[in-house]
């Protein structure tokens, strides 16, 4: 079975410092792997994917992900945090076994201190 | 571009009440599914649609009945609302045959749903 784990409910970080959001991966055969981005009161929002080829895969608002198969991880990275980045992130994987639906991590909350 | 959306945003009810979630997307993508989310647990799946007509159970089914008559609606039914019921429900869509955004799901605003 395919699953995600996020060992950080909690990030903070200073404004303008990198940060990394974590992620494991536990699949069967090749991953496909997503983040996502929640703001307070809204829907998900898609950031980035990994299915196939580079690495370091780039997203929006300026996240990358590196994509470690040794490590089974992808976590998630931008080299200089904004205030407005504060938000609850979600990894997740994709259910290779025939239906299209992901599987999600427990979220990691992201805090930018001004 | 509407996009995806979803009806009511907020709903309080009873137990033991039906409560009937909408989804609405105007992307004519062929899957769609919900999703709930509570704290600890992140979002999970409760039932999902390869396409009109055609829906299969996720990992939490339990107490929820789903149809899809038409591509673009996806309503979510509890047929007799539980406590454990409440949760911030979340619709989701995504496109089939190998484009570029195949796979990637785009999720609606979320109902909040309490049950008293």
């Known amino acids: 079975a395919q699953s995600v784990a996020q060992p950080e409910d909690q990030v903070n970080v200073a404004e303008g410092n990198p940060l990394t959001v974590k992620c494991t991966y536990s699949?069967?055969?090749?991953?496909?792997l997503f983040w996502y981005v929640q703001y307070p009161n809204r829907g998900l929002q898609f950031l980035l994917k990994?299915?196939?080829?580079?690495?370091l895969v780039k997203g929006s608002y300026g996240f990358e992900a590196e994509f470690n198969k040794s490590q089974t991880s992808f976590h998630l990275k931008k080299p200089s945090a904004l205030v407005s980045d504060s938000a609850l992130y979600f990894c997740?994987?994709?259910?290779?076994?025939?239906?299209?639906?992901?599987?999600f991590g427990t979220g990691t909350r992201l805090t930018v201190i001004p | 571009d509407a996009g995806i959306t979803q009806s009511p945003r907020y709903k309080i009810t009873e137990t033991g009440r039906q409560v009937t979630l909408m989804c609405h997307q105007t992307?004519?993508?062929?899957?769609m599914f919900w999703y709930r989310q509570d704290l600890g647990h992140g979002l999970r799946l409760i039932y999902y649609?390869?396409?009109?007509?055609?829906?299969d159970k996720g990992e939490v089914p339990d107490g929820y009945v789903v149809s899809r008559s038409k591509t673009e609606n996806f309503p979510l039914t509890l047929e007799s609302a539980t406590r454990s019921q409440t949760s911030v429900y979340f619709c989701?869509?995504?496109?089939?045959?190998?484009?570029?955004?195949?796979?990637?799901?785009?999720f609606g605003p979320g109902t909040r749903l309490t049950v008293l």
């Open positions: 699949v069967s055969g090749n991953p496909y």
């Open positions: 992307w004519s993508h062929s899957y």
């Open positions: 990994y299915i196939t080829g580079d690495n």
């Open positions: 649609s390869a396409a009109a007509d055609i829906t």
């Open positions: 997740a994987v994709r259910d290779l076994t025939g239906a299209n639906n992901l599987f």
């Open positions: 989701a869509s995504s496109e089939k045959g190998g484009g570029a955004n195949t796979d990637t799901q785009y």
